[in-house]
């Protein structure tokens, strides 16, 4: 399974991420705020990748500037604690999903971005 999800494309999942926090009254500018917060991508790059549709082995071994803030995102995706997740870019989609979570549950920006 693990497998199927890295060669999944980014853009597959970003729709259902829009959906998850317009549903929750947040808007796609912030989402793309905290993509490109934890992954160095310019909107420019970051649109690229959705348009390309890069799957997430490529998009995160791609990425210019993977934020070290990131390794403060913690809790549980799944039922599974961040922190301990072995596979490295597990890791890094699980942060993507613990974002999205924050963004949706209507979280501050500045706390998001560990700012």
């Excluded at 947040?26 to 160095?40: F, K, N, P, S």
């Excluded at 913690?74 to 993507?96: A, F, H, K, N, S």
């Excluded at 974002?99 to 560990?114: F, H, Q, S, T």
Aim: proline letters at 3%; hydrophobic letters at 40%.
């Amino acid at each position: 399974m693990t497998h199927r999800i890295y060669a999944m494309s980014v853009a597959s999942v970003y729709v259902h991420y829009v959906a998850k926090v317009e549903k929750k009254g947040r808007t796609r500018a912030e989402l793309d705020q905290v993509i490109r917060w934890l992954t160095g991508f310019s909107q420019a790059q970051l649109e690229t990748h959705l348009a390309d549709r890069t799957d997430f082995q490529t998009f995160f071994a791609e990425a210019p500037a993977l934020n070290p803030k990131r390794e403060r995102i913690t809790g549980t995706i799944c039922g599974v604690r961040i922190e301990q997740i072995e596979d490295p870019l597990m890791r890094e989609i699980r942060y993507l999903d613990k974002l999205v979570d924050e963004i949706a549950k209507g979280r501050p920006m500045e706390k998001i971005l560990r700012s």
